[in-house]
């Protein structure tokens, strides 16, 4: 049956929220004015263009001149021609052009674009791997069979891993080199081989100790390293309501219209509003808040309390509220 529109922009606003709540939209897209725009579609030109995008930047700009490429074409285009795409990305129009929602797939590069008739676009096409948020990637190492492994391995250190030491290997001391071997001299080892073998295990126990020293010493400062560098902020802030998120803030610091609070780092990581509320769909249950005010509904990315207005809480967005506002397009018209 393929995707319907209404659906195929759905997806492409929330892959615009979430890039937009992971900071990686381009600076463009970040500082919104029809100029910025303009400028991001033309950084954008100097990457290969293909010919369905460059059908869908034709259509936006209304430039019919095949003959033009991609960069000829934004120069062209009148920069009043962005302001709408601005104004619905800010939440100030309501529905956009279709020509303006191809244009921000190919922007943030949405890989289900563009939408055609009978397409079926997956909302799982536009879910792109992204770094984890403690920036560690987990690595699984191929199991070694025991075919693989060697019958014998050598006792040295040296297939160890860097920074690991390694225990010598003994030499060998031929048999009858100090005398005759017979039953009485089994299991009995000469003198000079009792001391070499100790004195080689004494060498052996302190490289292995200086080695787990060394791990310790490294191990801890690199602790206390990252917990500086992603402690964010230092003790001794505030914060701040600014549109749609919290803002950190010395707490003896004056900020114009707007009411400095003590510092909650979890609000101050995963508290946003949600500019975009039209593409909130059935899987924002248990992820969504909302509150309405004067008459309109607020959505947000976490609950509690209402960023302004103090005393209020934040309630879990419901089905029946998705239904009766979001997906019957009364916010559109709030």
């Known amino acids: 049956m393929g995707t319907h529109f209404i659906d195929y922009q759905q997806m492409i606003m929330q892959a615009y929220e979430r890039k937009k709540l992971n900071n990686t939209l381009p600076h463009g897209l970040k ?26 930047i034709r259509d936006f700009c209304v430039d019919l001149k095949e003959a033009k490429d991609c960069h000829a074409i934004i120069q062209r ?20 052009d279709g020509k303006n929602i191809e244009l921000l797939a190919w922007l943030i590069d949405f890989p289900g674009r563009p939408w055609e008739l009978r397409k079926e676009i997956s909302a799982d096409e536009e879910v792109k791997e992204e770094p984890s948020l403690d920036g560690i990637s987990q690595v699984t190492e191929a199991p070694v069979s025991a075919a693989d492994a060697p019958e014998n391995p050598p006792a040295t250190g040296i297939d160890k891993p860097a920074g690991e030491p390694g225990i010598p290997e003994i030499p060998k001391i031929p048999l009858g080199l ?21 004195k080689l295990k004494g060498k052996s126990a302190k490289i292995l100790a200086a080695a787990v020293m060394l ?41 114009s219209n707007a009411r400095v609070i003590a510092l909650d780092t979890m609000r101050l990581k995963n508290l946003r509003k949600i500019t975009r509320p039209d593409t909130i769909s059935y899987l924002a249950v248990g992820k969504v808040w909302y509150l309405k005010i004067d008459g309109k509904l607020e959505f ?26 979001i997906r019957s397009g009364m916010i559109a018209n709030q």
């Open 31 to 56: 500082h919104l004015t029809p100029a910025n725009l303009k400028e991001e579609c033309l950084k954008r030109c100097t990457k290969e263009v293909s010919r369905r995008d460059e059908k869908a």
């Open 77 to 96: 285009c009148h920069t009043d021609k962005f302001r709408p795409l601005v104004n619905y990305l800010k939440g100030k129009s309501g529905k956009p």
């Open 178 to 198: 100090f005398g005759p071997v017979g039953k009485e001299s089994e299991g009995v080892k000469p003198v000079e081989i009792v001391k070499q073998e100790e």
């Open 215 to 255: 791990s310790l010493v490294l191990g801890t400062g690199g602790m206390w390293w990252w917990k500086d560098k992603n402690q964010t902020p230092r003790s001794g802030y505030c914060m701040y309501w600014q549109e749609d998120h919290f803002e950190p803030v010395a707490c003896n610091q004056k900020v």
């Open 300 to 325: 947000y990315t976490s609950g509690g309390e209402h960023p302004v207005i103090f005393g209020r809480e934040l309630r879990p967005i419901t089905f029946y509220i998705i239904d009766k506002y």
